[in-house]
């Protein structure tokens, strides 16, 4: 056999016994222990401080935070009125 053939061979079986573990741990990691996972299951933390978190999870808190950080529409009424207003701005305007 080639010497460079023989090496090839050697180099592969060893790199695929040093990654054989890695990805072992890999294909039975458990899926549902991601953060996002845990956090959509833990209660909100401001429950007890803030009426408007009883009964959100930790994951629902922090998009409703970003939501209001970013001012967006918390009901479908007030959806309703902000569409009205900007349908008013803009009334007989050539946009």
Known sequence: MDKKVLMGI???VAGAA???P???ALLTQDHDEDTWSKMDRMESVDSDKDEAEAGLTQLDSNY???WQANGYPQ???ERERLMNESDDAFKGKDI
Request: glycine fraction near 6%.
């Open 18 to 20: 040093l990654v054989a």
């Open 75 to 77: 009901t479908h009424a």
């Open 22 to 24: 890695k990805v072992a």
């Open 10 to 12: 050697v180099l592969g």
């Open 64 to 66: 409703r935070a970003e």
